[in-house]
């Protein structure tokens, strides 16, 4: 408990809650609920602590939770709710069907309640501000908040354990020992448009004499996975691709240890963590400028940033930092330096700032 502050952390869903902070009541359901027996347990919770003297409550992304939460804390609570993601246009785009009705009934119009009835909207970066704003939120309510990442658990890895995790991973995909690994960290969906991007990028690695040396490693899952490999191979790619899908966090790090860049091909985001790992991880960053990416990277990586709507200018990015490993220590130092600024502690006193000092 920090400056008087008293924290009960609510969990409606989890397969094995595990919260190892210290000073914080963590309260949850015994057993697995139907979603509308969880959204009664969290209306009965949220009254229990309005009872006790609970009057702020901080939701991130579950938008009938936050609906929940307002109507349990009442007009004397403060409700903050926290979303970051561009994906509203291709919602809206997707032909008349049920399961747009669907998405309309179950998101879209829980979602504009909450922005209404909220007491304020968090998101972040700074450019995701701009852009809820521009979507109906007002502007007024809107606040900015950063995601985090334990800065030392990526940065305390060794080099000699960076070195043993980079031969584990070579050794068990067949890759060669100097052969450079691209890492690509994220669920692949048409939202994103991945496949807008790959495998353009390793065709035009190829036509460059940039291919043969080089490997991509996916680590997710998702609808466009098995289309991605399938065009891997047809296009005379598969031995350069690899994936080894949905990974424990508890095993992310290795994986960022034995990788050389970080890429980041998406068409919609909003503060994605992915990247604030790689960064932690000292790796060089390929992305486009999809949702808040932009805003979290140093000057010298911007000139490895590319709009969302140009697969070409991703590629062409890609090749040219492939080309320039004399500048990857600039980048590593640069991106090691900046991912402080969303370290745990730093991101915790924000909270503090935004949620009991605005």
Excluded at 56 to 78: D, E
Excluded at 277 to 294: F, H, K
Excluded at 316 to 325: C, K, P
Aim: aromatic share 10%; with cysteine; proline share 5%.
């Amino acid at each position: 408990m920090r400056r008087g502050i008293e924290i009960r952390l609510l969990i409606e869903k989890a397969d094995d809650p595990l919260f190892l902070g210290t000073g914080i009541e963590v309260r949850h359901p015994r057993t697995p609920l139907h979603p509308a027996l969880r959204w009664m347990w969290l209306v009965r919770e949220v009254r229990r602590a309005r009872a006790k003297g609970f009057s702020t409550a901080f939701v991130r992304i579950a938008s009938f939770s936050a609906l929940a939460t307002i109507l349990a804390l009442g007009r004397r609570g403060r409700v903050y709710f926290w979303l970051s993601g561009t994906t509203l246009e291709f919602d809206k785009s997707q032909p008349r069907s049920i399961n747009k009705l669907k998405w309309w009934a179950r998101t879209y119009f829980p979602t504009r309640l909450v922005w209404r009835y909220c007491h304020t909207f968090v998101t972040g970066p700074e450019h995701m501000a701009a852009y809820y704003a521009s979507h109906g939120v007002r502007r007024e309510k809107i606040r900015v908040l950063y995601n985090d990442v334990v800065v030392r658990r990526f940065q305390g890895t060794t080099p000699n354990a960076r070195e043993s995790a980079r031969a584990a991973l070579r050794e068990q995909l067949q890759i060669p020992e100097h052969s450079i690994v691209l890492l690509f960290v994220h669920r692949l969906s048409p939202v994103r448009r991945t496949l807008d991007y790959l495998p353009y990028a390793l065709h035009h690695l190829r036509r460059l004499d940039l291919l043969d040396d080089t490997h991509l490693l996916i680590v997710g899952g998702g609808p466009d996975l098995p289309k991605l490999m399938d065009q891997a191979r047809d296009g005379g790619l598969r031995r350069h691709v690899h994936s080894i899908g949905e990974q424990p966090n508890t095993e992310v790090e290795k994986l960022y240890a034995a990788a050389d860049v970080f890429i980041q091909p998406s068409h919609a985001e909003g503060f994605p963590r992915v990247m604030l790992e790689a960064m932690a991880s000292g790796l060089p960053v390929v992305t486009t400028d999809a949702g808040g990416s932009g805003d979290i990277l140093g000057r010298l990586q911007q000139r490895y940033v590319v709009s969302k709507d140009d697969p070409h200018a991703f590629a062409d990015r890609l090749a040219m930092l492939l080309t320039e490993r004399d500048r990857w220590q600039e980048l590593r130092a640069e991106n090691s330096r900046r991912v402080q600024d969303f370290d745990t502690l730093k991101v915790a006193r924000m909270y503090e700032e935004v949620l009991f000092d605005g």
